[in-house]
């Protein structure tokens, strides 16, 4: 059964590999003999190696953290592995912290859990195994293991592949691990979306909810919010300024960056948690957006594994569409760690963006790019690509309202040493809104930091294989 | 950028404008006597400091001065979109070394201009820098010494550069120069932060120039809305604007037209030249709108976002055979009128032009300006001019007022 894993965890590691690495890096990993095989067979191996253990079990609560220094960053190990008894053992790059144990003949084993770690984050053991949700039935960050040691921004999967493509490279060369890569790994990707939720703020639900906040500050002894009457008056003269209107901004930003991104549109079913603004607006905000941006659909809150709402949302806005559907993002990130990939994937989509956490940023699947969920009953890869959203910008700004933008450096910093993607939704009606100063001028910020590390930026569909960018879907909805 | 040379801290707190040129540092520090011991030790290493000419071996080291004296993060590409796109048979970058070290740089970014008499070349001043500890050595003089006189050999006439530090340029030998104004459309009353950001007003003055700023947006709006009652609104309904995502094929005939309507000089805006200059700076590509009449090219304006959500109109030209001058006012205020229509959609404070000298069409600009709701402000940076051999003969060289300036002369970090 660890065998059927295996497989699929190595076919996840090329895949990466081929996407945020060099053509050099790639061939070095096919080259350098790499193993899985339970633990007690691997120390007993004498010949220069690869051993990753795969038969060691661990809890969903990470154990002994732990930080290396690698390529000019910091990565951080959890759920060591004991170092093999008997002679020839030595711990790389130290024993303090070590990340490899290596033997004098040249076998390296991880002194870490990888294939675990690894493993049980792509398949989000976490939240198959504990059943807290919220009121909109959700794992949210705070109900992680990981949260409360802090580990929620740790892109765990990139990281563990950096480290073998280092020792790769070394082995390959000098029979040595290495711990830098130098010329192997490419420039970070920002995969960008915006989920069009609201095309105007004059909806009863948008308008009702700035009523009840003029007096929210009341319970707590405050002045009310009068500001919110302007904002009320404003949106009712003006309903598209600062939401449909914004898409056109939003577009030129990017294109002065030479980025292109996914706007994702909300149809269906009305109500608070639903469609607010209806579907009319659709084909107007589908003029403002270039034929080389992505669009695709806002999964409704009432389609959550409901097949018959899915397809209806599905058809009706293939009819505002002069490009097929293929990608997608859950309203509100409702997500079933157990059904909803394979449910997505029998719905006809390929790229999945709806992975994330609502209240932190960080990696939920503990990868920063796009990757084939694991279909449990068949012990392959499933045919769609989920691409886990990292970052939402309110988000970003709740948790850190001092230094959002540093904080998004500091994070595609990390992702530029060791190769990754990461997925940044920005909502075109928090783009430029007055009515939220505080998200005023952050995604031309963000933008611009992702320019000076050379990152490019992309829908998320454009790093999937080059079949699906290409296919035509429109026979799929019978149009 | 400007010609300053700029200090560890990438601002000059201490130094005076004269000071940062000139060099006359160890006045400045006489008062401390361990860095005059320093000086004097420094002094006798000056002799080991070679002025050269760039290697491809400096270029990472050349940025990191800059980038460790400036606190910037320009990337080595970036560098090298800037200065190794010269054409000329040396890289025209000078460089002040000891060892290896790399001390002082000076550098030109070729141009090539236009006016009546045909194309050519001048040089853009760049890179002006050096180490606080050899200044005062007369290590700069040398610098701009080799560097002009390699320019003189590659028959460049006149080297211009932008700077805060008018007399210490004056100084350094640049003959001629002309403030910078600004035409500023404000949005948002923030905007006014970013005006007086080195200004040290009162919190209650500030709040005051906020709330006139938030007035003065206000009318700016109205006037916007109500352009057509000032424009020749017939024509400005028949003009077809486009985003484009590759430089106009018919640029330098535009630019030769230019020319010949308004005048003197101003920068050959050929395909490559935007290609590079704008559609694909690695910093941030302006969006270009052009205007069409019956297909044909009348002019465009570019325009870009800064970290501070400024709008910049990077450049703005407009000519034609078949339009008057009194029509190309309507042409560039719908110019300016989309620019500034964009750049609200993409969330700016507000939007600053330049104003810079008495061209007819800079004075133009300035009138179509107004018209859409712009405000005149005289404040800004100055532009120099150092004529070489060869200038005199040119009469769109005598004067800096035959010049059309604005953004597309700087280095291009706002697109």
Known sequence: MKTVEANYLWQQILQHTMRFFTQEAVDMLKKVNIRFLPYAEAVHIREPLIAVPLDIDTSIYPEAPYKVLFNGTELTLWNPLPRPRGDGWNCLPNADAPVWYRHDQGTLIPAWNIFANLFDLLTLREEREKPLRDVHGRFIGSMSPRRKVNLLEVPAFNEGVAILVAACSGLYKQNLPRFDLNGLVQPPVVILSHDNDNLRGNDMWTQSVRFVRIFQPLISFKVPRLVNLWWILRNTVYPKAYYLENITGMVDVEKMFGYTSSFYFLNGSGGRFGARSGSALIPEAMRQIPRDWVVGIHYNYDTLLNAEKLTSQLTELSSYFDRPIVSGRAHYLRFDPEKSFSFLASMGIYCDESVGYPDYIGYRCGIAGPFQPYDHLSGQALPLWEMPLIIIENTLINQYPREPVKVFHRLLYHISRIGGAISLLFHPGLFFNPEFPETRGIYRRILRVACQLEARGKPAVSLLPLQIQNMDLTHKYNL | ?415
Not at chain 2, 30 to 50: A, F, G, P
Not at chain 2, 86 to 114: C, H, N, Y
Not at chain 2, 137 to 148: D, E, H, L, N, S
Not at chain 2, 211 to 240: D, E, K, M, W, Y
Request: hydrophobic fraction near 40%; glycine fraction near 6%.
């Open chain 2, 1 to 415: 950028m400007s010609m300053e040379i700029a200090t560890k801290s990438g601002e000059h707190p201490q130094l005076t404008k004269a000071e940062m040129v000139s060099g006359d540092i160890e006045a400045h520090c006489l008062s401390n006597s361990k860095k005059q011991e320093r000086t004097q030790q420094e002094t006798s290493n000056t002799q080991d400091i070679i002025v050269r000419f760039i290697n491809p071996g400096d270029f990472y080291a050349c940025n990191n001065f800059h980038n460790n004296l400036y606190k910037k993060d320009r990337t080595d590409t970036q560098w090298q979109w800037e200065f190794l796109h010269s054409g000329l048979p040396e890289i025209p970058f000078v460089v002040a070394a000891k060892d290896e070290e790399i001390l002082g740089t000076l550098a030109q970014i070729p141009i090539r201009m236009i006016d009546q008499e045909g194309e050519f070349l001048t040089g853009k001043s760049e890179e002006a820098l050096l180490d606080p500890a050899i200044r005062g050595k007369g290590i700069y003089p040398q610098m701009f010494k080799k560097i002009f006189d390699y320019m003189e050999s590659q028959n460049i006439l006149v080297v211009w550069g932008f700077t805060p530090a008018i007399k210490a340029n004056v100084k350094a030998g640049f003959e001629e120069h002309t403030g910078i104004a600004q035409l500023f459309f404000p949005f948002h009353a923030d905007a006014i932060n970013v005006l007086l950001k080195n200004n040290r007003s009162s919190k209650i003055k500030v709040k005051g120039i906020k709330i006139l700023c938030s007035l003065a947006g206000v009318f700016s709006s109205i006037s916007l809305c109500s352009t057509g009652l000032r424009i020749n609104n017939s024509l400005a309904q028949n003009i077809c604007l486009k985003t484009l995502s590759t430089p106009p094929e018919e640029g330098a005939d535009l630019c030769r037209t230019f020319v010949r309507q308004w005048g003197g000089t101003t920068i050959l805006r050929n395909a490559s030249f935007l290609k590079w200059r704008i559609f694909e700076n690695p910093h941030i590509r302006a969006t270009v709108r052009a205007a069409y009449l019956d297909n044909q090219l009348l002019g465009w304006v570019a325009y870009s976002l800064d970290d501070n959500s400024v709008g910049h109109i990077v450049d703005i030209i407009a000519a034609s055979n078949k339009i008057n001058s009194s029509s190309m006012e309507t042409v560039v205020a719908v110019l300016l009128k989309d620019a500034v229509v964009g750049l609200r959609k993409t969330g700016a404070l507000g939007v600053r032009a330049w104003k810079v000298n008495s061209h007819p069409f800079d004075d133009l600009v300035a009138r179509a300006a107004r018209k859409v709701g712009f405000y005149f402000i005289p404040r800004g940076e100055w532009m120099v001019l150092h004529y070489l051999q060869g200038s005199a003969a040119r009469p769109s060289l005598k004067s800096i007022d035959n010049w059309y300036i604005n953004r597309i002369y700087t280095e291009g970090v706002l697109g």
